[in-house]
């Protein structure tokens, strides 16, 4: 008896009712997918069509084991003890054991592949693989802990404002893997076994890569799952916003005061509420009496608009009953369709679904669009449900239980497809959250509302590093935190600074946050609305500190033509513009858990001051000539070094 088949350029093997499909899925990678009492599906929630891996080889042995080679990757199929299910071993160039699900054919009868029934349909589905000692797990996305190496940890897949589950990791074991499922579910990368769990899914699909290098996976993961757009001009150099500018003539004020003072300036952003009601897409007139005459002011001055645009639909907004009768929102399973009280009672849009996405571009493009503005801040992108009860909410594509992490690129979609389709080049996005694809629907994600704290400072270094290794290479934070933060607190003003400069290394440079003491906003007949935060600008910080976010605002500019060059690598190579040591380094063990410095691409190393008071700090220089940009002293590397750090300096070494 004979448990395989081969159909083209598919394994398959069946038994017990289980279909399990082994296939070539691009240039050194496989993507299994496996399904109980039904043939697996070809759901494509992140990859594209394979590129790629048409030499690829299947052997089939005795009936018993099969081979599919494909590369530098091989995907060994046995059949196993005595109740003969299949077991999957992923071996490299060299034979060696990349990956392997667990053995549980023994008195124990554990299942690598398990699925537990739930009553009408799906199946609470797990996934289980071997320990493999001394591996360090990288990438998953944004989680605000001091991690790199989630080795020993136990991860939600689910969104949340300020973390965005994106299921790729890279291993120090030389392989990339997808869970290419957006269900509900948690992972854990234990020292024993490495288990993943959908809490409602259809069938098993991942996707698992061989390379020699971090570079060399994350484009095959890139060439899998789509290459960022190049990024436009105006998304190389310093954009200005705070909570928040809430009238027209304040946003143009700040723009002209930038200009008055020659500070570079390539973005400007107009906040949330400045809509007459969530949803009504569109500016309210009392404090916005003509979009198309500030749109254009700021073009003569050099200067894009960002416009904040949220996915809720406030019950009361002009749109909420169409969109209601036609559809166009997500729907609550139980009880009052309300998915979050902010300011007002709103339920989200449903960005699965087309027509929803194509209702809210249209909008969109009357009411912005069509004005001249080309960037939009999509915020709430996880979506931020007010009791983040996964459970309880259906999208046209299923549940959310089931399918839910796939909202924030599929709100990137709507846009992108939409600007596209209006002739825009390379659309970028700013995004409060992203999954797997995301990065090809032009999404710049930020690391959501944290607070104004030097322990939230350090969790930004490791969250921007995950998400580069995960694959989205586009990603900034609010510069100096989102909540709280007064600009007359001497404290405050020296984080600020250390921000700051870290900014001037990241993707895109952006000063935000919701300053205090919060400012009440009113309207003519005396109605209040919501508040606005003290000033946000550079000049806002003191004395001490205007010269030196200057120097960096200016050292932006000087950046420019690296910083561009750095788009296009990510924009045709995959590769991050924020790479951790581990990845720039791969044979240097010293730089296997370094988390508080990083390569800024390939040629400066940069070293964030991360605590209050602190003047000089410790940095790791592998081994080569690094120099001091600030003083020009060259070092010879291969070890530590102190450095001093006065307040108006980041340590930054060049690759000589």
């Not at 003509?290 to 700021?298: F, G, Q, R, T």
């Not at 809720?312 to 009052?336: F, H």
Request: net charge negative; hydrophobic share 40%.
């Amino acid at each position: 008896m004979t448990f395989f088949e081969q159909h083209g350029q598919q394994l398959v093997w069946r038994n017990h009712g289980e279909t399990l499909v082994v296939e070539p899925w691009g240039e050194d990678s496989i993507r299994v997918r496996a399904a109980l009492m039904r043939e697996v599906k070809d759901e494509r929630f992140a990859l594209l069509d394979p590129a790629g891996g048409g030499d690829a080889e299947i052997v089939i042995e005795n009936g018993k084991k099969a081979f599919v080679r494909n590369g530098k990757i091989t995907a060994l199929v046995e059949v196993c003890g005595w109740k003969e299910r299949a077991k999957v071993t992923f071996l490299n160039s060299r034979n060696e054991v990349l990956l392997q699900e667990t053995d549980g054919e023994n008195a124990l009868l554990l299942l690598a592949r398990k699925y537990e029934p739930i009553p009408g349909g799906s199946y609470r589905l797990t996934a289980t693989f071997a320990g493999q000692e001394g591996e360090r797990i990288y990438g998953m996305g944004q989680y605000q802990e001091e991690f790199l190496d989630w080795k020993g940890c136990t991860l939600e897949l689910a969104h949340r404002n300020s973390q965005a589950s994106v299921p790729m990791i890279i291993s120090s074991r030389g392989y990339g893997f997808l869970w290419h499922n957006p269900a509900i579910g948690s992972v854990t990368f234990g020292r024993n076994r490495t288990t993943w769990q959908a809490e409602a899914s259809g069938q098993l699909d991942y996707w698992i890569t061989a390379g020699d290098t971090p570079a060399e996976i994350s484009r095959n993961y890139a060439r899998a799952t789509g290459f960022v757009p190049m990024m436009p001009e105006y998304g190389l150099g310093f954009w200005q916003c705070k909570l928040r500018y809430w009238n027209q003539e304040q946003l143009l004020a700040v723009a002209r005061e930038y200009k008055r003072r020659n500070l570079p300036i390539d973005v400007i952003v107009c906040d949330f509420f400045h809509w007459p009601r969530m949803g009504d897409y569109r500016f309210d007139p009392e404090f916005f009496p003509d979009p198309a005459a500030m749109v254009k002011e700021l073009k003569e001055m050099g200067i894009e608009l960002m416009v904040s645009v949220w996915p809720q639909i406030s019950l009361n907004s002009e749109n909420y009953a169409e969109m209601d009768q036609q559809g166009l929102l997500v729907r609550a399973e139980y009880g009052e369709q309300i998915g979050m009280r902010f300011v007002e009672d709103s339920m989200f849009y449903d960005a699965t679904n087309p027509r929803a996405r194509e209702y809210v571009w249209r909008k969109i493009k009357q009411n912005y669009y069509d004005y001249g503005i080309r960037i939009f801040w999509l915020d709430e992108a996880e979506p931020e449900y007010g009791t983040y009860d996964f459970r309880a909410y259906r999208y046209a594509a299923g549940p959310n239980i089931e399918i839910g992490n796939i909202y924030p690129q599929c709100y990137a979609r709507g846009f992108y497809e939409g600007m596209k389709a209006a002739g825009q080049e390379n659309p970028v996005n700013l995004l409060r959250c992203a999954w797997a694809g995301s990065q090809r629907y032009g999404a710049l994600v930020w690391s959501g509302d944290i607070m104004c704290d030097w322990k939230d400072f350090r969790r930004q270094i490791c969250a921007g590093l995950s998400m580069g290794a995960a694959g989205i290479p586009w990603w900034t934070t609010d510069i100096g935190g989102f909540h709280a933060g007064n600009p007359e607190d001497p404290g405050f003003r020296e984080l600020l600074v250390r921000w700051f400069q870290w900014g001037c290394y990241c993707p895109v440079m952006r000063l935000h946050g919701d300053r205090q003491p919060a400012q009440e906003v009113y309207r003519k007949d005396g109605t209040r609305v919501l508040n606005s935060g003290s000033d946000n600008e550079v000049w806002s910080f003191g004395e001490e500190a205007y010269p030196i976010l200057v120097k960096y605002m200016n050292r932006r500019e000087e950046l420019r033509d690296y910083i561009r060059g750095l788009m296009k690598e990510a924009h045709e190579d995959g590769t991050p513009l924020l790479r951790a040591m581990w990845y720039a380094f791969p044979e240097d063990a010293a730089c296997n858990d370094l988390k508080d410095q990083y390569m800024f691409g390939g040629r400066f190393l940069v070293a964030p001051i991360l605590y209050p008071g602190a003047r000089e700090r410790q940095v790791y220089l592998p081994a080569g000539c690094w120099r001091n940009v600030d003083t020009g002293e060259t070092l010879q590397g291969g070890g530590w070094q102190t450095v001093p750090a006065p307040l108006e300096v980041i340590p930054v070494f060049e690759r000589v």
